[in-house]
């Protein structure tokens, strides 16, 4: 990996799939206390991307945003976007969909996601479509 950033300049593009993928288990694990070995759920990535606006220079420190856009009944989609440290131009915006399901079958819960991993997700949902529905609706 070395090699390629110093040879660029940049960082490669499946860095950015890396570094999403970090930052949302990051937050699933702290956050949710989500584990991966012996949690009865687990949480199927459904779809992916990155959007690229710019390139950050290797080896600059970066900065990275994460938020919920949609909280589904047993779904959720995340989004981050990366910023090269000190700059206000977004240098890619990316994602994925989570489907949450049984670890035993693979199906999802008629019961939907846990209660306090809703509950820790939820403050992610500031300022989306989805919060701002739910706030007209009151």
Same mark, same amino acid.
């Given at each position: 990996?070395?090699?390629?950033?110093?040879?660029?300049?940049?960082?490669?593009?499946? +860095? @950015?799939?890396?570094?999403?993928?970090? +930052?949302?288990?990051?937050?699933?694990? *702290? *956050? /949710?206390?989500?584990?991966?070995?012996?949690?009865?759920?687990?949480?199927?990535?459904?779809?992916? @991307? /990155?959007? @690229?606006?710019?390139?950050?220079?290797?080896?600059? =420190?970066?900065?990275?945003?994460?938020?919920?856009?949609?909280?589904?009944?047993?779904? #959720? =989609?995340? &989004? /981050?976007?990366?910023? $090269? &440290?000190?700059? %206000?131009?977004? *240098?890619?915006?990316?994602?994925? #969909?989570?489907?949450?399901?049984?670890? $035993?079958?693979?199906?999802?819960?008629? $019961?939907?996601? $846990?209660?306090?991993?809703?509950?820790?997700? &939820?403050?992610?949902? &500031?300022?989306? %479509?989805?919060?701002?529905?739910?706030?007209? *609706?009151?």
């Amino acid at each position: 990996m070395r090699a390629d950033n110093d040879m660029f300049h940049h960082l490669n593009n499946p +860095i @950015y799939g890396v570094l999403i993928d970090s +930052i949302i288990n990051d937050y699933l694990i *702290k *956050k /949710c206390g989500y584990n991966t070995s012996n949690y009865p759920r687990t949480a199927l990535v459904a779809n992916t @991307y /990155c959007d @690229y606006f710019g390139s950050t220079q290797y080896p600059s =420190m970066l900065e990275v945003g994460l938020r919920v856009v949609k909280l589904g009944k047993n779904s #959720v =989609m995340y &989004e /981050c976007g990366i910023f $090269e &440290e000190g700059t %206000e131009q977004v *240098k890619a915006v990316g994602g994925f #969909v989570q489907i949450w399901v049984r670890r $035993e079958d693979n199906r999802p819960p008629p $019961e939907g996601l $846990e209660p306090r991993v809703r509950k820790a997700l &939820e403050p992610l949902l &500031e300022g989306s %479509e989805q919060a701002a529905e739910q706030k007209s *609706k009151l």
